[in-house]
């Protein structure tokens, strides 16, 4: 173990193992080339890119039924919280912070 560590490196691996998994997937040169041209267009890392591109299509294709979907909507619906026209609740927020 190295003595510059201040944490248990075994705790460290761990703790990000649980949070995350590493996936790694081929891709003929041909299809690599384009997902690197298509996500400089849209600035982002190859990775950000793929992760963005893999989340839209489970949400796409995701289990849940329209009905299911609204049911959690609608879930949140008995919470109360500001409500009218957005310029104005901002500015009651502005407001309540020079108080």
């Known amino acids: 173990m190295n003595e510059g560590f201040l944490v248990d490196s075994s705790y460290e691996l ?7 998994k590493r996936l790694q997937v081929l891709f003929p ?3 690599f080339n384009e997902i ?3 996500s400089q267009l849209n600035k982002q890392t190859i990775a950000q890119w793929v ?3 893999i ?3 489970i949400i796409k294709n995701s289990l849940l ?14 919470y109360s919280g500001p409500a009218g026209e957005i310029h104005e ?9 020079n108080l």
């Open 29 to 31: 040169d041909n299809e």
């Open 14 to 20: 761990n703790y990000t193992h649980i949070m995350s």
């Open 89 to 97: 609740i901002l500015k009651q927020i502005e407001k309540g912070k």
């Open 36 to 38: 690197q041209k298509i």
């Open 65 to 78: 039924s329209p009905e299911k979907k609204i049911a959690k909507l609608l879930k949140y619906t008995k």
């Open 55 to 57: 989340r839209s299509v």
């Open 51 to 53: 992760r963005d591109s």
